[in-house]
């Protein structure tokens, strides 16, 4: 086999262990989906090419170090099925890793993002403040939505009980 096939293969497992966390851990999942949010409010507040240059460190290191636990996880489970002090150590010593980074990022994202979204929350309760009819029908909608949220999983529960057998 020619070293590019080699490459495109090892790309391909790459690219399976990726997809084999991504359906298994939740965790990962959570880690993907708060990556993604920060994409998008980092590209709707337009923050400069420092910040997104620490943003994307911050959250590649969380997500590869999520992964390294994973890889951990899976080792420490096939070579020690039964529980064994020192596979406590391991697995414990990894998922801190990740606690490390994430509490790291999340900092971070507080030092990035906070002083924007409070300006934002600001901007907002001035401009709507000064037309307090609007300000009642949007905190109402707001309400009604709300509402109506809470009570979709009751709703669907109780049509669940009531239907009849088939
Ligand atoms: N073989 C073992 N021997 C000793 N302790 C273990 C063993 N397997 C798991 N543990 C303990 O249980 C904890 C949870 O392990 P588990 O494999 O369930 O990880 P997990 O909860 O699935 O982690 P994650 O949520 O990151 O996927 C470990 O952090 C460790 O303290």
Same mark, same amino acid.
């Given at each position: 086999m020619t070293s590019s096939n080699n490459l495109w293969r090892s790309f391909g497992f790459a690219g399976q262990g990726l997809w084999a966390t991504l359906l298994t851990?939740?965790? !990962?999942?959570?880690?993907?989906?708060?990556?993604? @949010?920060?994409?998008?409010?980092? !590209?709707? =507040?337009?923050?400069?090419? =420092? =910040?997104?240059?620490? @943003?994307?460190?911050?959250?590649? @290191?969380? @997500?590869?170090?999520?992964?390294?636990n994973s890889a951990i996880e899976a080792v420490v489970d096939l070579v020690s099925p039964d529980y064994h002090p020192l596979a406590k150590v391991a697995k414990d010593a990894a998922a801190g890793a990740v606690l490390v980074a994430a509490a790291g990022a999340l900092g971070i994202g507080i030092l990035v993002f906070g002083p924007r979204l409070s300006r934002l929350g600001t901007d907002f309760m001035l401009r709507w403040s000064q037309d307090a009819g609007l300000l009642v029908i949007v905190l109402l909608a707001a309400a009604v939505l709300w509402g109506l949220v809470l009570a979709l999983p009751f709703w669907v529960a109780h049509r669940r009980r009531i239907k009849p057998l088939r």
């Open positions: 851990q939740r965790n !990962f999942r959570i880690h993907v989906a708060a990556a993604t @949010l920060v994409g998008v409010l980092g !590209f709707l =507040m337009r923050i400069s090419g =420092m =910040m997104w240059l620490i @943003l994307i460190l911050t959250s590649a @290191l969380v @997500l590869a170090l999520e992964l390294v």
